[in-house]
C-alpha cells in the first residue's frame, strides 16, 4: 500500500441497523467512503472517512457545467467469506476513459485499487453474504473548484462510496423502443459514464412509462433505425439461437457484463454476433416468431429479461422460455463472480 490513506474510522458503526435479509438498491450506505482531492495538480488527501455529506461552494464547477464522471461495481463474499472483486480493474480504466473525454484528471490505478481495497477492508462487514446480494460499489469523480466560467475545473474530488444491496430485481420488464429522443450521439460522450448522460435519459424515460412502459430502448441519433441500449444497459436479442449485440462505438458504452457476456456465450457454444441491429428486424422477428429473447446487462441488474417491447403504438411479447439464454447465462457469470465455479478467464479478484 503506498498511497499512505488517512484512516478516520467511524465511533459508532451503524451496521445493526441494517436488515441484511431485506436490502434495498443503492440507498442504503456503508460507514465509511474514501475521499481524494485533486489540488494544484495532483491527487493528495486520500483519506477513509465516515459516509457523509461533503461541503462545496455555490459556484463549484459540477453545479453548472457538469463534470462528472461514475463507475459502478460490485463487492461480493464467497461461502469461505473471501472478498471477491469482478474485472476491477476495467472499471478503473474506463473511468479514465472517461475522464479524458470530460477534461478531468486521470486516476493512478494504484490510487483507485488502494482505496477499493482498504475501503473494503474497513467495511468488510457491510459484504452481503445472503445469494443474490452484493456491495455496490460507486467510485465518481467531479468538478469541486469554483467559478461561473465554463471551463474545466482545476479541482476535484474523487470518491469511493458503498451501499450494500439486495439483488436487482426490475421484475418483467415492458420496454418502448424509442423514435424521436436520443441518448447519445456520434461524437458525444455516450461512451462515458458522465453524469449529464443519465440527466438526459430522465425526461424520454418518464414520457415511455407515462405510457405504461418500464425502459427505454435507444436507438440511433440520426435514423432510429438501429437498437443501440436499453435504458442504462447493455442490449442483446436472440433471433433463433444466434445471440446479437450492437457493437460499441461513441455512442454505446463498452459495458464488462456485456464484454463478459460475449465471452461467455461463446465459450458455451452460443452463436454470438457482434454487429448493428435494425428495429426493423426486430420487430418482423417477434411478428414471425423468430425473436427469442431480449435483456439488458450491466452490473447492477447482471441481466434483465424484457417481456415485451412497443414500437409505434404495437406492442409485441416475447415468449416465455425455460432454460432461456438470459437464465443459463446470469447463473454463468454469478458463479464466476461469487466463486461457485472455476473462473477461467482471471477476472475474479480475491481482496
Ligand atoms: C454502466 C452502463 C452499462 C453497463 O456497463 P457494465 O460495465 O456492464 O456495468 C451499459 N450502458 C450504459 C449506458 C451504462 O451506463
Not at 60 to 85: C, P, R, V, W
Not at 244 to 257: A, E
Amino acid at each position: 500500500m503506498n498511497s499512505n490513506i488517512q484512516i478516520l474510522p467511524v465511533q459508532n458503526s451503524r451496521i445493526d441497523t441494517v436488515d441484511f435479509n431485506n436490502l434495498p438498491f443503492g440507498t442504503l450506505f456503508s460507514d465509511h467512503m474514501f475521499t481524494c482531492d485533486y489540488k494544484d495538480g495532483k491527487w493528495q488527501n486520500p483519506t477513509i472517512k465516515a459516509y457523509g455529506p461533503i461541503e462545496l461552494n455555490p459556484s463549484a464547477k459540477i453545479f453548472h457545467y457538469g463534470q462528472s464522471i461514475f463507475e459502478g461495481m460490485k463487492a461480493y463474499k464467497d461461502a469461505d467469506l473471501n472478498t471477491l472483486l469482478f474485472r476491477p480493474l476495467d472499471n478503473c480504466k474506463r473511468l479514465n476513459k472517461s475522464a479524458e473525454r470530460m477534461v478531468i484528471p486521470q486516476i493512478p490505478e494504484e490510487l483507485f485499487m488502494d482505496g477499493l481495497k482498504k475501503l473494503l477492508e474497513i467495511d468488510n462487514a457491510w459484504i452481503p453474504t445472503n445469494e443474490g446480494s452484493s456491495l455496490y460499489i460507486r467510485p465518481f469523480v467531479f468538478a469541486s473548484g469554483n467559478g461561473f466560467h465554463a471551463s474545466p475545473a482545476t479541482e476535484y474530488k474523487f470518491i469511493i462510496a458503498t451501499a450494500p444491496s439486495g439483488a436487482y430485481f426490475a421484475g418483467k420488464v415492458k420496454v418502448l423502443i424509442e423514435e424521436k429522443y436520443a441518448r447519445a450521439a456520434n461524437g458525444g460522450v455516450g461512451f462515458a459514464k458522465a453524469g449529464g448522460n443519465y440527466a438526459a435519459q430522465f425526461y424520454p424515460t418518464q414520457l415511455a412509462i407515462e405510457k405504461g412502459y418500464n425502459q427505454v430502448i435507444w436507438t440511433d441519433d440520426t435514423s432510429h433505425e438501429y437498437i443501440e441500449e436499453a435504458g442504462a444497459m447493455n442490449i442483446f436479442v436472440r433471433i433463433n439461437d444466434t445471440l446479437v449485440t450492437s457493437p460499441t462505438s461513441d455512442r454505446i458504452l463498452d459495458g464488462i457484463t456485456r464484454k463478459s457476456i460475449i465471452q461467455i456465450a461463446k465459450d458455451n457454444d452460443i452463436d454470438v454476433e457482434v454487429r448493428k441491429i435494425t428495429v426493423k428486424e426486430v420487430v418482423e422477428s417477434a411478428k414471425n416468431g423468430t425473436l427469442k429473447e431480449m435483456f439488458g446487462a450491466g452490473t447492477a441488474a447482471v441481466i434483465s429479461p424484457i417481456s415485451s417491447f412497443g414500437f409505434k403504438e404495437q406492442d409485441f411479447d416475447l415468449p416465455e422460455l425455460n432454460n432461456s439464454y438470459a437464465s443459463q447465462l446470469k447463473k454463468r457469470i454469478t458463479d464466476i463472480q461469487t466463486n461457485k465455479t472455476e473462473d477461467p478467464y482471471g477476472w475474479r479478484v480475491q481482496l
